[in-house]
């Protein structure tokens, strides 16, 4: 079954943010995942708003957490928390 991280932040170092983009671009193809969306204009129906809202789908539940919880992740995951702030990531299955 599939798993999406439905993530959403603010960027407070435009610079920092587009070498994690980067970064996490190459290693999502390692556990088989993909963005299907990433979108800086989204329209908040309720609730607070992010600047950015993306969503990314694994395979799989098991692939999602292994993905979040490698080791190469671990040090992506430094820059994006010096980058960003109001950070959320919520993993579904469906």
């Known amino acids: 079954m599939s798993a999406y991280y439905i993530i959403s932040y603010d960027v407070i170092d435009q610079k920092g943010y587009e070498l994690y983009a980067s970064e996490v671009?190459?290693?999502l193809p390692m556990y088989g995942a993909?963005?299907?969306?990433?979108?800086?204009?989204?329209?908040?129906i309720e609730g607070t708003s992010s600047q950015?809202?993306?969503?990314?789908?694994?395979p799989s539940k098991e692939l999602a957490?292994?993905?979040?919880?490698s080791a190469k992740y671990e040090e992506i995951k430094k820059i994006r928390l010096r980058s960003v702030k109001n950070s959320r990531f919520v993993l579904a299955v469906g």
């Open 52 to 58: 950015v809202n993306a969503m990314v789908i694994f």
């Open 34 to 44: 993909s963005v299907m969306f990433s979108d800086n204009q989204a329209i908040t």
């Open 65 to 69: 957490l292994d993905c979040y919880h």
């Open 25 to 27: 671009a190459k290693l």
